[in-house]
């Protein structure tokens, strides 16, 4: 039986998953994209594929798995509009940067999900967590380009094996997937890595290399880390390596524009609240404190709400 895939969200990491999914597809889009992809498909390095593309979700009917590629900020407007892509065993992969809306099982998080409305839409019990690493960045409207990496980790929100896990897995096989049986810990470790370079890109315009070549800059940012580590040993979520380590391996991909970078650039709202204000709420909630994450949440946010992206 064919499986009934929809990826919501048509940009670069949209587009890596389109092209890694076998069989029929359908896309969620719109404007230049939605018109891009009727048109001519969607392209991924030059390799083009056909997909079902609509702007109405009830257009596309139920799935048997949707994949969420748009940004976390993004979620909490559009996912009262999923409802009909969701049928009673729907599986929902939500490939999304930062802290999700399903990271606890008995606590909302304000910062992501300020009303509750993509927990009331989208149940906890329907995720398959899902933590992204490759690097991907939009060409034209439907066409995309892959920076680096090919990886992904899957898991079930609680832990352990499951049947719907494997299936799930085995529908993303172009991915290097690897099966995690704790996919809340590599969530929070890939914050770790992402939280200081990400939102510190988006302030000044530089590189990844600039920022870990600029010794004070890169002592903040270690500071930075050390309290977010602290945060994730209060809710079991330990990070086993050094800032020096984390960053060692960032420094061996080079002179990239982060996405957040690469969003600020274009005028796309930033992903601060995901990132830091999610982090900092937790923080709050375990008596962690984080001077280091306050000054660089603040920085950002003012800095983004003078450029327009980010609400005041």
Known sequence: MTTRVCVVGAGAVGAVFGARIAGPLSVL?????????????????????????????????????????????????????LRPLLGPDTVVVPALNGVPWWFFPDRSLRSVDPDGTVAATIARSRVIGCVVHLSAAVTAPGQAALVAGNGLILGEPDGGPSARLDAVADLLGGFDVTRSADVRRDVWYKLWGNMTVNPISALTGATADRILDDELVNAFAHAVMREAAAIGARIGCPIEQSPSDRNAVTRRLGAFKTSMLQDAEAGRPLELDAMLGAAR??????????????????????AARQRGLYPG
């Open 281 to 302: 709420e937790i923080a709050q909630v375990a008596g962690v404190p984080t001077p280091s994450l306050d000054a660089l949440l603040g920085l950002a946010r003012l």
């Open 29 to 81: 889009a719109r404007g230049a994209t939605l018109d891009a992809l009727r048109e001519r498909g969607w392209s991924l390095d030059g390799a083009a594929r056909p997909v079902t593309a609509s702007d109405d979700p009830a257009a596309l009917g139920e799935q048997d798995v949707v994949i969420l590629t748009v940004k976390a900020h993004a979620l909490p407007a559009l996912a009262p509009s």
